[in-house]
Nanobody
Framework: QVQLVESGGGLVQPGGSLRLSCAASAVTFSSYAMSWYRQAPGKERELVAAITTGGGRTNYADSVKGRFTISRDNAKNTVYLQMNSLKPEDTAVYYC?????????WGQGTQVTVSS
């Protein structure tokens, strides 16, 4: 069982920045691929960014490429999402996901609202 706790969400003006964090309880955190997803009201949950176990490869949704950066610190059991140049359409609940084999774990989500 892996527990994931997201933090760092909030209200920010368009063009602003936020950094989300996801702390994991897993002793074997480094063996999990990590991702960030988001879900806006009335829309399906979508993949935002993903990072491999060692952090050597990353993948981004087209809508956030060049603006968001995913990273991880395996020594701290934490994955991050740096979000720059935020737009109103980035408003959503952001979820952290840990994946290994047939296991998937989710955090409770953190709200990000981009509005003036």
């Amino acid at each position: 069982q892996v527990q994931l706790v997201e933090s760092g969400g909030g209200l920010v003006q368009p063009g602003g920045s936020l950094r989300l964090s996801c702390a994991a309880s897993a002793v074997t955190f480094s063996s999990y691929a990590m991702s960030w997803y988001r879900q806006a009201p009335g829309k399906e949950r979508e993949l935002v960014a993903a990072i491999t176990t060692g952090g050597g490869r990353t993948n981004y949704a087209d809508s956030v490429k060049g603006r968001f950066t995913i990273s991880r610190d395996n020594a701290k059991n934490t994955v991050y999402l740096q979000m720059n140049s935020l737009k109103p359409e980035d408003t959503a609940v952001y979820y952290c996901n840990a994946h290994k084999s047939w296991f998937d774990y989710w955090g409770q989500g953190t709200q990000v609202t981009v509005s003036s």
